[in-house]
């Protein structure tokens, strides 16, 4: 089974509107925590918010915000007043706390494209 | 700019030869990650080094391997090099304490001829 699950390929999304991109997650480890990253065309990865499985309230950066539902194992990026520099791929990603390495597992990504 | 550098940044070779792809994490990070991010494949985890003892490993094939110097710096070597291969490398590393994160290099983009 998919640890991570992106369920949205692609998703367009008109400049200054807010976007959710969908991450579920498959574990039996209670202690986890949820990363998401963006890479532009360019290529390299930005890791945008952090989420751990035990923080209270849903973690917010900037204009990222990330929904922690954990009882239906979802973690979903909400960007809030989006930008053209917002286009980009978009990869939900997972540690497990019982793994012997604390190795990142990543989902297959949602490109985002921002119209002006 | 993430602080993790990655040589080279483009490598074209032909099928059956050997690369080496070379990682220094941050400053002060003792855990590298090596990941390969091709088009059918996503993001997979190659293999983990904490300090220079292997801490981890995934999907990494036997013609691969890689190791982690007493400075730190890792690399990651491919040899019997097939057309599959083809991908963009990516060195992580991460902090001691924090929640996680990795800091990914800009990637090593191998094409394979």
């Known amino acids: 089974a998919q640890k991570i699950t992106q369920t949205q390929p692609g998703m367009f999304v008109q400049e200054k509107e807010a976007v959710t991109l969908d991450c579920t997650y498959d574990t039996s480890d209670p202690s986890y925590g949820l990363f998401w990253y963006k890479q532009p065309s360019s290529g390299e990865m930005i890791f945008l918010i952090y989420q751990g499985s035990y923080d209270q309230q849903n973690a917010t950066e900037g204009r990222y915000s990330l929904n922690f539902q954990k009882a239906r194992k979802s973690a979903n990026l909400v960007i809030s007043a989006s930008q053209l520099g917002d286009s980009a791929m978009y990869f939900c990603?997972?540690?497990?706390?019982?793994?012997?390495?604390?190795?990142?597992?990543f989902g297959g990504g949602t490109r985002l494209m921002v119209k002006p | 700019d993430s602080g993790v550098t990655q040589t080279p940044k483009h490598l074209i070779t032909a099928t059956g030869q050997r690369v080496t792809l070379r990682c220094s994490p941050r400053s002060g990070d003792l855990s590298v990650y090596w990941y390969q991010q091709s088009l059918d494949q996503g993001l997979q985890f190659l293999i983990q080094y904490y300090n220079g003892e292997e801490r981890a490993k995934g999907n990494i094939l036997e013609r691969f391997s890689a190791q982690q110097f007493p400075d730190l710096h890792s690399e990651l070597n491919l040899s019997s090099l097939e057309l599959g291969d083809s991908a963009l490398y990516f060195c992580a590393s991460s902090k001691r304490g924090g929640p996680g994160e990795l800091f990914f290099g800009e990637g090593s983009r191998l094409t394979v001829l």
């Open positions: 990603a997972m540690r497990e706390d019982n793994n012997a390495g604390n190795m990142l597992t």
